[in-house]
């Protein structure tokens, strides 16, 4: 993946950063790659051409999230990508799960 993302990683350091998780939308404004850009851009690019999330172009691209993520960085820098992200109150929602939900869904399982 060195290879892939020019030996770039994503930086979850950078408080700038574009934030990415597996749910975030993304769709292609173009079909076309700027100079310079890969093979990877362009095909992101094609799977892009309907809304699609980061997790399922990993799949199809058989590219670790990682690396994704960093094209697709790439991608947004020039405006080749729209990304649509989670709502902030549906992202916290889904970080911080009911407790009572989740036993109830264990006592569940175990009971099969």
């Known amino acids: 993946m060195y290879i892939v993302t020019g030996g770039r990683s994503e930086s979850g350091d950078d408080p700038d ?21 890969s093979p990877e851009h362009a095909a992101l690019l094609r799977v892009c051409q309907h ?3 980061v997790a ?3 799949a ?6 990682s690396a994704v993520t960093v094209l697709l ?8 990508v ?13 970080a911080d799960p009911d407790v009572e ?6 006592d569940g399982l175990q009971r099969l």
């Open 101 to 106: 939900t989740l036993k109830a869904l264990i």
């Open 73 to 80: 960085r790439d991608l947004s820098a020039g405006g080749l």
């Open 56 to 58: 399922e172009i990993s």
């Open 51 to 53: 809304p699609i999330s």
């Open 60 to 65: 199809h691209l058989g590219l670790p999230f």
């Open 17 to 37: 950063s574009l934030l990415l998780d597996l749910v975030t939308l993304v769709v292609a404004r173009s079909t076309a790659p700027a100079p310079g850009h």
């Open 82 to 94: 729209e990304l649509r992200h989670t709502r902030e109150a549906q992202r916290q929602a889904a």
